[in-house]
């Protein structure tokens, strides 16, 4: 499983998606809803839940995965996780705030009575300037080759 906003869904997320379906049999992805995402910078550029929605699916369905995954809402950081009882493994990048996240959830999990899951760790992709692809970037305007990023 993993969870994001997947605003302006780029290649960053493309990469995780499918690292994600490369190591799992079926995978649960989690998307925030937009009363998440109040405090994220830029927040009134961040695309609606329907318009996220929509292109994650259509991403999912390019790769012909729709058969192996879920797509469900998440309002909490946790996203459901801490009381998962079948979650083997949390899918994260490499930013430090989201990795200690997924050790926070572990640990509510060990509270709740339930198994700790794997945290798969997942670098970003970087652009030429070797600083992380993000949605950030995205909503700021950034033009950001494509063609030169490195994984």
Not at 1 to 19: S, Y
Not at 77 to 106: H, P, W, Y
């Amino acid at each position: 499983m993993f969870a994001g906003t997947f605003d302006h869904l780029h290649e960053g997320h493309k990469h995780l998606l499918r690292r994600a379906f490369q190591l799992g049999s079926w995978v649960g992805i989690g998307l925030t809803t937009n009363e998440m995402l109040s405090d994220k910078a830029e927040a009134g550029k961040i695309q609606s839940f329907e318009e996220r929605r929509k292109a994650l699916m259509d991403f999912i369905r390019s790769e012909s995965q729709t058969a192996r995954c879920t797509v469900f809402t998440i309002k909490t950081r946790e996203g459901g996780a801490e009381t998962m009882e079948d979650l083997e493994a949390l899918i994260v990048s490499d930013e430090i705030g989201v990795v200690a996240n997924a050790f926070q959830i572990n640990e509510m999990r060990a509270r709740n009575g339930f198994r700790r899951f794997d945290i798969i760790v997942v670098p970003r992709v970087r652009t030429e300037d070797g600083i992380p692809l993000s949605s950030s970037r995205v909503r700021r305007g950034e033009t950001l080759d494509q063609r030169k990023l490195v994984y």
